[in-house]
């Protein structure tokens, strides 16, 4: 099992800058793709960005220039830099892993964290 905690979330003006933080405890998994979705009430869980464990990156099309994500991988952190925050990007952000056992070919499943709230003011 992968166990997520996230942090950072909180209360920002629009215009302003938060920072999230992942922190995966991997037990006995391999963890390769990292990264975050965002939900608002009534709303699907949308993609915000994922990192692979070689720092590829990959980011909603909406968020790009943004948003920035980027992974530690010796602490197994992964973080999303959020400038130029708007109202509209108020959400839960969830952190996700994807991992397996540390096996050639092992089957991935998806882990996700509890969610931290951010909420932008006009």
């Known amino acids: 099992q992968v166990r997520l905690v996230e942090s950072g979330g909180g209360l920002v003006q629009a215009g302003g800058s938060l920072r999230l933080a992942c922190a995966a405890s991997?037990?006995?998994?391999?963890?390769?793709?990292m990264g975050w979705y965002r939900q608002t009430p009534g709303k699907e869980r949308d993609m915000v960005a994922s990192i692979t464990s070689g720092g590829r990156r990959n980011y909603a099309d909406s968020l790009k220039g943004r948003f920035t994500i980027s992974r530690d991988n010796g602490k197994n952190t992964v973080y999303l830099e959020m400038n130029s925050l708007k109202p509209e990007d108020t959400a839960i952000y969830y952190c996700?892993?994807?991992?397996?056992?540390?096996?050639?070919?092992?089957?991935?499943?998806?882990?996700w964290g509890q969610g931290t709230q951010v909420t932008v003011s006009s």
């Open positions: 991997e037990g006995n998994m391999c963890i390769s793709a």
């Open positions: 996700y892993a994807t991992a397996g056992f540390c096996v050639h070919g092992a089957k991935e499943s998806d882990y």
